[in-house]
């Protein structure tokens, strides 16, 4: 009797790890299917990483691959699907693109529990956003300002969805996105765990020649996880990328 009952929760225990197991293997096949598709249109090789390229629509205008860029422009009238965000933020910083949210959500989560406390400064914005922003930096900061830090409509990675500037927890950003910055301790962590998440910083410092856009270390562009592993491991560039997969997507 004891052994049948003992071969009744073995079998139990065997039945639920069965389970657990094919709805974790059903998980990450979904997730993972947009990279392993089974014909890839191309491989990178990026340092000691391969990566398919399962369709070149990764690349088309405001898609997960692509440049935007004064030679990248996208449509005035691009909107990309978007979702209000619970993260700490700046005034005025309310969508962030639908796509990025679980994946944004999930990297502040890992970085407070590490102590590095995270909010947006800036997130998603239209045309007519950028448009605003130009106007007022140029009226604040000067002409010299804006040519180095701050798009034209059009031109601008925050009209994807995909890309936020994120800061350090303040009062005083809470309050103005002035004031926002990010400090070392989240430099460091973001430039330590921000691939894991999908994320890449875009604008590198010493990579002026390359992006055309000065360092900025709170930037932070979604390309998914297996590019941004790929890219941090092998400390390239989004356009460098680009130039050597997809040429005709860089010009
Ligand atoms: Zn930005």
Redesign the pocket.
């Known amino acids: 009797m004891r052994q049948v009952k003992t071969n009744y929760i073995a079998l139990i225990v065997l039945a639920l790890v069965t389970i657990f197991c094919g709805a974790m293997y059903l998980r990450s096949s979904v997730e993972q299917a947009i990279y392993d598709s089974t014909q890839p249109v191309a491989r990178a090789e990026l340092g000691s990483a391969t990566l398919s390229v399962p369709t070149w629509n990764l690349f088309h205008a405001g898609k997960m691959w692509s440049l935007v860029s004064p030679e990248h422009h996208l449509e005035s009238n691009f909107t990309p699907e978007l979702a209000e965000t619970t993260l700490d933020h700046a005034p005025g910083v309310t969508t962030i693109g639908k796509h990025i949210e679980g994946p944004l959500n999930s990297m502040f989560t890992a970085a407070t529990s590490n102590n590095v406390n995270l909010m947006l400064s800036?997130a998603y914005r239209s045309a007519t956003d950028q448009q605003e922003l130009y106007d007022t930096l140029l009226g604040l900061r000067g002409s010299q300002y804006v040519q180095q830090y701050v798009a034209v409509p059009g031109t601008s990675?925050?009209q994807t969805g995909l890309?936020?500037?994120i800061a350090s927890v303040s009062q005083g950003c809470k309050l103005d996105a002035d004031a926002c910055s990010l400090d070392a301790t989240g430099i460091t962590w973001l430039r330590t765990n921000a691939a894991s998440y999908g994320f890449i910083e875009r604008y590198p410092s010493g990579k002026q020649s390359i992006t055309g856009v000065s360092g900025?270390h709170?930037?932070y562009r979604y390309v998914g996880v297996p590019l941004a592993k790929a890219l941090s491991t092998a400390n390239i560039t989004l356009d460098e990328f680009v130039q050597q997969i997809a040429p005709g997507y860089a010009r």
């Open positions: 800036s990675e925050h890309a936020v500037d900025e709170w930037h």
